[in-house]
C-alpha cells in the first residue's frame, strides 16, 4: 500500500497517477477538513486517513509531519507521495526527519523496484539527477511537471473508506505555528500578468526603469527584473524573475539588458513567447529567445513605444490618453 | 543572542551548467564558487539581529577545505566566527550534510553557551532538497519554519512570515529555535573592505564529523532536452521597432 498527502479537498492528479503506477493500493492522508472521499475514489484511493487533534487545528509544520510519521509508522507503507508544494515538500521533510527515513524532493518521475529509481529536478528544471532511494518507506515530492504515467482506468467509483487517526501529540510539538493568515498582496501582478516587460543589468539604474514601465502600461503588463538589478537595489525582489524569486508564464516575456543565467532563466522559461533585446548578440538570453533584437534598450524600447502610440493614433484617433502609464 | 548560520559551497553557474564526461557532477574547472541567495541573505540577516540585539554571529559550513573561501565571505559580511565541518566525504546526501551539522553543533556548544538561534537557506542552490534545515531543527529538538520571508524579535520568540499557496502564514516560536530563510528577506551588503581584511586573517575553527550516510543516492546528472526552435533576429537597434511591434500584434498584445 502506497499513502498519498491530500492538502486540500482535491486529490493532486499526478500525485494519484503516480502512485497507482507503483503501488496497486492507493490510500491517502487528509489534515482536519472533509477530504472529499468521491473524488479520491475517481482517482482510485481505497482509502483515505483522517488526521485529526486538536494541536493541529493551525498548520503546525513539526507536529503535521509527527502526525504523518505516527501513521506511517502504524500503516508501513510502501512509501509516502505528496506534491511538492510548500507544506507538502515541509510535512513530508519533518515526517523524514522523525522517521530517520530519506526524502527526495522535486521529483518528475518515479520507478518502482528496490531501490525505487527516480529523476530529480534540480535548480528549477535546469538539470535532471539522476537517484536512487532505498529505504523501507520511500518518501517523494513530486513537482508540477512530472511526467505521469498511464495508469489505467481507475477503480470503480464509489467506495472510499474514511478512517480516523488520532496522533499523540505534546504541545512541544507544535510550537512553531501559523498564528495568523492573510491574502498574498506582494507580487501577483508580476505573476499573473499576460506580458511582463523585464530588465536586467543593461537598465543601468532604478530610474532607467521608467521606459521599461511605460512599455508594460501600453501593454497592460508588469515590469519585472533580474536579480541583478535587485540586488543594486534598482527594484524590490518581489519583481525579481527567476529559480529566487518568483517564476512565471506569460504570453509575452520581454527580455531587456538582461544575460540570461540559469537563475533567471528558469524563471521565465515557460513564457510562450520570449523576445529579448541585448546589445550583445552572444549573451544566452539572445540566443535561447524565440526573437530577437540587438541594440540598446534605451534606444529600441523609446521606438517601440513611440511606435505603438503611432498607430493607435492611426486606428482610434488622436485621443490616446487612458493608454497612459 | 547567539546565531549560527549554515552556508554551503556551490559552482556560480552562468548561463549554463556543464557537467564532467562521466555525468556524476558539475564541471566546476571553468566555474567560480559562491553561497546560495537564500544563504546570503540569512548571513545578512544575522549580522543585523546581532547589530540590534548583541551577540555574536558563527558561521558554518559542511565539506572540503575550500569552504574557508565561502565562511571567509560571510566573514567579510560581518559575521564573528567561522567553523568548517570536515565529513571527510565530497558531496553527502541530505541526511549525511544534516547529521554533519549536528554534530558539529554538539560540539561547538558542549561545555559553550547554545545558540539561541539556527538560519538556514530554505534550500541549498545545486542540489535544492529542501530538507537539511528541517532535519538539524529536529535533531536538536528545536522548532523550525521555512520559507521565511521576514523575521523579527517579539518578546522572547520570533515573529515569521512566508508565502505558502496563495496566502501569507505569521509563525510565531519561542527561542531557541531555527529557520530556514529565502531571498527577498533583506538586501545583503556587499562586504567593506575592512570586513575582507579582518576575514582574510580570521581563524577558522575546523571540527571533524562522521556522519552516516543516507538513503538517496546520486547516480548521474544530466542537462535536460531543450527543444525551442532557433532565435529570429529581428534587426538592430531602434530601427528594429517597427519588426519587434508587428511580432507584439500577431501575439495579441498591442
Not at chain 1, 486517513?49 to 486538536?54: D, K, T, V, Y
Not at chain 1, 510539538?173 to 498564528?179: K, N
Not at chain 1, 511582463?196 to 537598465?203: D, L, P, T
Not at chain 2, 544575522?46 to 572540503?64: F, M
Amino acid at each position: 500500500m502506497l499513502l498519498t498527502v491530500v492538502e486540500d479537498r482535491e486529490p493532486t492528479p499526478e500525485v494519484c497517477a503516480l502512485a497507482r503506477s507503483l503501488d496497486p493500493v492507493v490510500e491517502a492522508v487528509a489534515y482536519g477538513a472533509d477530504p472529499g472521499p468521491r473524488e479520491l475514489a475517481r482517482w482510485g484511493v481505497t482509502a483515505v486517513h483522517r488526521i485529526r487533534h486538536e494541536l493541529l487545528d493551525a498548520y503546525a509544520p513539526e507536529g503535521y509531519g509527527e502526525a504523518l510519521a505516527q501513521l506511517v509508522a502504524r500503516l508501513r507503507p510502501s512509501g509516502v507521495l505528496a506534491a511538492a508544494t510548500e507544506h507538502g515538500t515541509e510535512i513530508l521533510a519533518h515526517a523524514a526527519a522523525r522517521a530517520g527515513l530519506p526524502l527526495a524532493t522535486d521529483c518528475v518521475s518515479v520507478t518502482g523496484g528496490d531501490p525505487w529509481r527516480l529523476v530529480r529536478s534540480r535548480g528549477g528544471g535546469m538539470l535532471l539527477e539522476e537517484a536512487e532511494l532505498a529505504a523501507p518507506v520511500k518518501l517523494v515530492t513530486v513537482a508540477p511537471a512530472a511526467a505521469v504515467p498511464a495508469a489505467g482506468p481507475p477503480h470503480a467509483v464509489g467506495e472510499c473508506a474514511v478512517a480516523e487517526f488520532v496522533p499523540e501529540l505534546e504541545p512541544r510539538h507544535v510550537r512553531a505555528r501559523v498564528v495568523e493568515r492573510a491574502a498574498r498582496t506582494e507580487g501577483t501582478g508580476l505573476a499573473t500578468a499576460s506580458v511582463v516587460v523585464s530588465g536586467g543589468r543593461g537598465v543601468g539604474s532604478a530610474e532607467g526603469y521608467a521606459v521599461l514601465e511605460e512599455l508594460a502600461g501600453l501593454l497592460g503588463g508588469a515590469v519585472g527584473c533580474s536579480r541583478v538589478a535587485t540586488g543594486n537595489g534598482w527594484r524590490p525582489h518581489r519583481d525579481q524573475v527567476g529559480l529566487t524569486g518568483t517564476r512565471i508564464a506569460p504570453e509575452v516575456y520581454l527580455a531587456c539588458g538582461i544575460s540570461g543565467a540559469t537563475q533567471h532563466w528558469v524563471g521565465c522559461m515557460d513564457a510562450r513567447t520570449i523576445i529579448a533585446v541585448n546589445t550583445d548578440p552572444d549573451a544566452a538570453m539572445v540566443a535561447r529567445a524565440d526573437y530577437a533584437v540587438i541594440g540598446d534598450l534605451h534606444e529600441v524600447l523609446p521606438a517601440m513605444v513611440a511606435e505603438i502610440r503611432a498607430r493607435r493614433s492611426v486606428h482610434s484617433g488622436p485621443v490616446v490618453s487612458e493608454e497612459r502609464g | 543572542m547567539e546565531v549560527l548560520v549554515c552556508v554551503k559551497r556551490v559552482p556560480a553557474a552562468g548561463a549554463r551548467v556543464p557537467l564532467t564526461g562521466d555525468g556524476r557532477d558539475i564541471d566546476t574547472r571553468h566555474l567560480g564558487f559562491t553561497i546560495g541567495p537564500h544563504e546570503e541573505c540569512a548571513v545578512e540577516e544575522a549580522v543585523r539581529l546581532v547589530a540590534a540585539h548583541g551577540g555574536r554571529v558563527t558561521v558554518l559550513a559542511v565539506g572540503p577545505a575550500e569552504c574557508a573561501e565561502q565562511v571567509r565571505y560571510a566573514l567579510a559580511m560581518g559575521a564573528d566566527r567561522g567553523v568548517l565541518v570536515d565529513a571527510g566525504r565530497s558531496d553527502p546526501d541530505p541526511e549525511a550534510t544534516a547529521g554533519a551539522i549536528t554534530q558539529a553543533v554538539r560540539t561547538l556548544t558542549g561545555g559553550e553557551e547554545p545558540f539561541d538561534l539556527l538560519l538556514f537557506g530554505d534550500c541549498s542552490a545545486d542540489a535544492g532538497h529542501h530538507q537539511v534545515g528541517i532535519r538539524v531543527a529536529t535533531g536538536l529538538g528545536l522548532p523550525i519554519v521555512s520559507g521565511v520571508k521576514a523575521l523579527e524579535v517579539a518578546g522572547d520568540g520570533l515573529r515569521m512570515r512566508r508565502e505558502a499557496g496563495d496566502g501569507v502564514e505569521v509563525y510565531r516560536v519561542p527561542l531557541p529555535a531555527a529557520a530556514a530563510v529565502r531571498e527577498g528577506l533583506n538586501l545583503p551588503r556587499y562586504p567593506s573592505l575592512p570586513g575582507r581584511l579582518r576575514a582574510r586573517k580570521a581563524e577558522l575553527r575546523t571540527v571533524a564529523v562522521e556522519p552516516e550516510p543516507g538513503g538517496l543516492r546520486t547516480v548521474r546528472l544530466r542537462q535536460p532536452a531543450d527543444d525551442r526552435a532557433a532565435v529570429v533576429v529581428l534587426g538592430h537597434g531602434a530601427a528594429a521597432a517597427p519588426a519587434v511591434v508587428d511580432v507584439l500584434d500577431e501575439l495579441g498584445v498591442v
